[in-house]
């Protein structure tokens, strides 16, 4: 994957700025993107796909205007980290229906976990993930500063979405100065893997100029969130990216525990790709 063109950051809150207008803008600055910061006002955040058209919900919610004093201090403070190209939006849609059309023309979206309660964090933010399309960082609560992921760690299980998860990486991946493949083991319920051509993760990275380090995990899928999170903290990692799971009932049931734990409990940002 090329370096985004095009920065995504949800932004809960002007002052101060969320960490998310922080990250998204450090990441704008590196990369030399545009960064869009979208505003997603609290009486959003509780709607589901295509509830803003049809619930009784969605009637009384209040559309959010654009405040043309946060616009111009979210430009403001894009020139102050160095970012050319920004715009201010203002959602007003649920997450994954804004997310679902934002992300056709954006490389990379930040998001706070604690957008959202912990108790809506999964079904909500877990749609989003899967509409989107696109990778996500996922910030944990009390993130704060720019974006500097000194370290990555990578997970890999063979599943198309880890795959897809590092693809997306690669540009964190080539700004890191160490990263650590967790190996873990191969699905064995995916057919397709006996008739497509075999990926190699570490020749792949290493074709990319990426030579990381790899550590062996074994585990059960059941443990593989807990496990996941107890490997990135022995290795101090900055980062995790992972594939996120859940395109289907057999594959939530048997992975998607995993994408369920990480994104609730891990303590280091997530860059999250399904």
């Not at 209040?62 to 201010?88: K, M, S, T």
């Given at each position: ?131 989107c399309r696109a990778p996500s960082l996922i910030l944990p609560p009390e993130r704060a500063g720019p974006a500097r ?112 734990q990480v994104l609730q409990h891990s303590p280091i940002p997530v860059l999250m790709q399904h």
């Amino acid at each position: 994957m090329n370096a985004p063109s095009d920065v995504l950051a949800l932004i809960t809150s002007t002052t101060p700025w969320s960490p998310a207008a922080h990250v998204a803008l450090s990441l704008g600055a590196s990369f030399g993107a545009g960064v869009s910061g979208c505003y997603i006002d609290s009486s959003l955040r509780m709607l589901h796909g295509g509830e803003e058209d049809a619930s009784v919900l969605a009637l009384l919610v209040d559309r959010p205007q654009c405040n043309p004093d946060d616009r111009d201090a979210f430009l403001v403070l894009a020139r102050e980290h160095g970012v050319a190209h920004a715009r201010w939006l203002v959602a007003r849609a649920s997450i994954a229906a804004m997310l679902r059309r934002l992300c056709a023309w954006h490389d990379l979206v930040v998001i706070e976990r604690n957008l959202l309660d912990e108790g809506a964090l999964f079904d909500v933010l877990g749609e989003a993930l899967l509409l989107c399309r696109a990778p996500s960082l996922i910030l944990p609560p009390e993130r704060a500063g720019p974006a500097r992921f000194a370290h990555v760690a990578l997970a890999w299980n063979g599943s198309i979405e880890s795959v897809r998860a590092m693809h997306a990486a690669l540009p964190l991946l080539r700004m890191a100065s160490q990263v650590t493949l967790i190996d873990g083991d191969t699905p064995r319920d995916d057919e397709e893997q006996e008739y497509t051509p075999r990926f190699d993760p570490l020749e792949y990275l290493t074709a990319h100029g990426i030579r990381p380090t790899s550590r062996r995990l074994h585990v059960t899928p059941h443990d593989a969130g807990h496990a996941l999170l107890h490997e990135a903290s022995e290795l101090r990692a900055d980062l995790l990216a992972m594939g996120a799971y859940g395109h289907s009932r057999v594959r939530e049931r048997v992975l998607g525990g995993a994408t369920r734990q990480v994104l609730q409990h891990s303590p280091i940002p997530v860059l999250m790709q399904h």
